[in-house]
């Protein structure tokens, strides 16, 4: 079994919240990313905005599988939701 590791911070203000998270995988340092996640209010609702800038290291040399959790995660959220 690898062991993994994710480290994360955030900064959060009213309508935007920054993490930063860092990965490991038994040792090796994976990526780190910063992305900004904000909630923009509109006439008929609210608007979801979600910027990620990363760096991927040794064997990581794309955000590929980041790309894929972050849509798997959005898509999860959208169906949580009531129809606007």
Do not use: C
């Amino acid at each position: 079994m690898k062991d993994l590791v994710h480290r994360s911070r955030n900064s959060i203000n009213a309508r935007r919240r920054s993490p930063i998270a860092e990965m490991w995988i038994d040792g090796e340092y994976l990526s780190v990313s910063i992305a900004t996640i904000e909630t923009v209010p509109e006439a008929k609702g609210t608007r979801l905005v979600i910027t990620e800038a990363g760096a991927y290291f040794e064997s990581q040399s794309d955000a590929t599988s980041r790309e894929q959790e972050t849509n798997w995660l959005t898509d999860k959220l959208g169906a949580s939701l009531p129809p606007a």
